[in-house]
T-cell receptor, first 115, second 110 residues
């Protein structure tokens, strides 16, 4: 079955540690996205990538970094510079970003807790 | 980016139709209207999208006002599994990311 996988589902870290969240897709999609969701809020865009070896900052990129070395993979690193890292992180993909038509497919999310 | 306005919450009875409204008075001519929903502790899932004409798919129907300043997502027979937060989102021609508001939390009573 095609889809997006995120691992792990729950992640706990101590303050000051960097942590990398995994996102893999086998849908052959060019575009991939990372969103953050805080309780009771909508999703906010962190980073997105339209093609391998290219990515752009979203609305809340500070304290995060990404890489896109393979089409299937778009890992997100939450660095110690991110002041409020505890959140629900969602990865998504779509065929492209070229038009407003293509739907986005979301993974199940990773819930990160930093204490 | 054009904004959308949705009620914070709505309630429905199981097996009854549900009409979820969305206002988007500043919509531009190239903006598509998308609906996604998010079940508790899950990622959002695509429901439906349209530009000018009403649209139907296996999940729902989308009714778009003639002036495109509002739209309504219609679930024909609500089930308990339809309880979720429903997001109405506008996407322009070259815009990749989705801009989420707080959406409408739909509760379905048995």
């Amino acid at each position: 079955d095609g889809g997006i996988t995120q691992s792990p589902k729950y992640l706990f870290r101590k303050e000051g540690q960097n942590v990398t969240l995994s996102c893999e897709q086998n849908l052959n999609h060019d575009a991939m996205y990372w969103y953050r969701q805080d309780p009771g809020q909508g999703l906010r865009l962190i980073y997105y990538s339209q093609i391998v070896n290219d990515f752009q900052k979203g609305d809340i990129a500070e304290g995060y970094s990404v890489s896109r070395e393979k089409k299937e993979s778009f890992p997100l690193t939450v660095t110690s510079a991110q002041k409020n890292p505890t959140a629900f992180y969602l990865c998504a993909s779509s065929i492209s970003t070229g038009t407003g038509v293509y739907e986005q497919y979301f993974g199940p999310g990773t819930r990160l807790t930093v204490t | 980016d054009a904004k959308t306005t949705q009620p914070n919450s709505m309630e429905s009875n199981e097996e009854e139709p549900v009409h979820l409204p969305c206002n988007h008075s500043t919509i531009s001519g190239t903006d598509y209207i998308h609906w996604y929903r998010q079940l508790p502790s899950q990622g959002p899932e695509y429901v439906i999208h349209g530009l000018t004409s009403n649209v139907n798919n296996r999940m729902a129907s989308l009714a778009i006002a003639e002036d495109r300043k509002s739209s309504t997502l219609i679930l024909h027979r609500a089930t308990l599994r339809d309880a979720a937060v429903y997001y109405c989102i506008l996407r322009g021609g070259s815009q990749g990311n989705l801009i989420f508001g707080k959406g409408t939390k739909l509760s379905v009573k048995p």
